[in-house]
C-alpha cells in the first residue's frame, strides 16, 4: 500500500496563478482532509471530506475549492494564488470517524511569490 | 471551540535520557480522543500515540507512553531511553466526537537530542 500521496511535492507559483494539488489514498478511508502548516501555528483544517460526495469548509477555507472525485482521490484548488497561501500543505485520511487515526500524506510544500 | 496548547516551544534532551512534553486543551465534551504525532525533518507526520478520554489507563507505546489528566485537560507524552532518531517536532491533537471528528493541533514542540 502507498497509504497517502500528494502530488506535487513541491510548486512555485506567481501571485493570481491557479493550481490544483492533487491527494489520492489507497486504503479505502471514508473520510479526507486538507491542513495547511505554517510555522509556530501546526497544522490547520482548510477543508474536509466525511464521506464520498460530502466536502466541509474547516478553519482556514477562504481561498480554496475541494473537489472529492471519488473514494480516493480529494483535490485541493487554489483559484487566485497569494502570498499568504504560502504553506506546506498536508492531506489525510480516515477510515471511519470515532476517533480513528488519521494518516498523512508527505505534504506540499507552496512557494507563492 | 476546542483549542490545544503547547506551552514549550522546544525542549532539549540527552541521548537515553528521559524527557515529557506537556500539552493541554480546552473542551466542554466528556467523550474525545488525543494524539501524538511525531514530525521528523523529512516532514512526515507519524502517530506516536493515541488516547481514548473515556478509558482512565494512560496508553503507552514502547518508549513513548502518556499521562493523560481528564480533570486538568492535560496530555503530557512521556519519552523514555530517548534516542537520536526521536529528534523531531512533536504535535499534540484533540479530535472530538462531532461530524467529521476533525484533528485541532497544538503548535508543536521541537525536540532536540544530545548525544
Known amino acids: 500500500n502507498a497509504g497517502v500521496t500528494q502530488t506535487p511535492k513541491f510548486q512555485v507559483l506567481k501571485t493570481g496563478q491557479s493550481m490544483t494539488l492533487q491527494c489520492a489514498q489507497d486504503m479505502n478511508h471514508n473520510s479526507m482532509y486538507w491542513y495547511r502548516q505554517d510555522p509556530g501555528m501546526g497544522l490547520r483544517l482548510i477543508y474536509y471530506?466525511?464521506?464520498?460526495?460530502?466536502?466541509d469548509k474547516g478553519e482556514v477555507p477562504n481561498g480554496y475549492n475541494v473537489s472529492r472525485l471519488n473514494k480516493r482521490e480529494f483535490s485541493l484548488r487554489l483559484e487566485s494564488a497569494a502570498p499568504s497561501q504560502t504553506s506546506v500543505y498536508f492531506c489525510a485520511s480516515r477510515r471511519g470517524w470515532r476517533g480513528e487515526t488519521q494518516y498523512f500524506g508527505p505534504g506540499t510544500r507552496l512557494l507563492v511569490l | 471551540a476546542q483549542t490545544v496548547t503547547q506551552s514549550q516551544p522546544e525542549m532539549s534532551v540527552q541521548e537515553a535520557e528521559t524527557v515529557t512534553l506537556s500539552c493541554t486543551y480546552d473542551?466542554?465534551?466528556?467523550?474525545?480522543?488525543l494524539f501524538w504525532y511525531k514530525q521528523p525533518p523529512s516532514r512526515q507526520m507519524i502517530l506516536v500515540i493515541r488516547q481514548e478520554a473515556y478509558k482512565q489507563q494512560n496508553a503507552t507505546e514502547n518508549r513513548f507512553s502518556v499521562n493523560f489528566q481528564k480533570a486538568a485537560k492535560s496530555f503530557s507524552l512521556k519519552i523514555s531511553d530517548s534516542q537520536l532518531g526521536d529528534a523531531a517536532m512533536y504535535f499534540c491533537a484533540y479530535s472530538n466526537m462531532e461530524y467529521g471528528n476533525k484533528l485541532v493541533f497544538g503548535a508543536g514542540t521541537i525536540l532536540r537530542v544530545k548525544s
Open positions: 473542551t466542554s465534551e466528556s467523550d474525545y480522543y
Open positions: 471530506s466525511a464521506s464520498e460526495g460530502t466536502t
